[in-house]
């Protein structure tokens, strides 16, 4: 099993919405920032979106600010990414993924990954 698990992902619409989510079974949530990556096919990981581990400070790729939101529960370990007005430059593989340390935008400054969830915006 992942140490993280996505879900969530799916086929949307130009304009559409969609919610993901990230769950961190058996592991002390609240210890981590959390982060969402995404790579689009031929294309390297990118970041999107973080979290700190209390929830109070967020922070976002210049490409969906505005348009994304994350957030978490820690009282049920999980963290969120409300994707709003998605057109199909969004469309990518979605990973989350946990840090012992402060959030980043470089991918391997994170410890754990979920196993990715499909994203896909039609024209």
Known sequence: Q???????GGLVQTGGSLRLSCA????TFSTYDMGWFRQA???EREFVAAI?????????????????TISRDNAKSTVFLQMNSLSVEDTA???????TRVWSRVDGDYNYWGQGTQVTVSS
């Not at 922070?59 to 505005?66: A, L, P, Q, T």
């Not at 593989?93 to 840090?99: D, H, Q, S, W």
């Open 2 to 8: 992942a140490p993280l698990v996505e879900s969530g």
């Open 24 to 27: 961190a079974p058996g592991r």
């Open 41 to 43: 096919p031929g294309k």
């Open 52 to 68: 700190s581990r209390s929830g109070g400070s967020t922070f976002y790729s210049d490409s969906v600010k505005g348009r994304f």
């Open 93 to 99: 593989v979605y990973f989350c993924a946990a840090t």
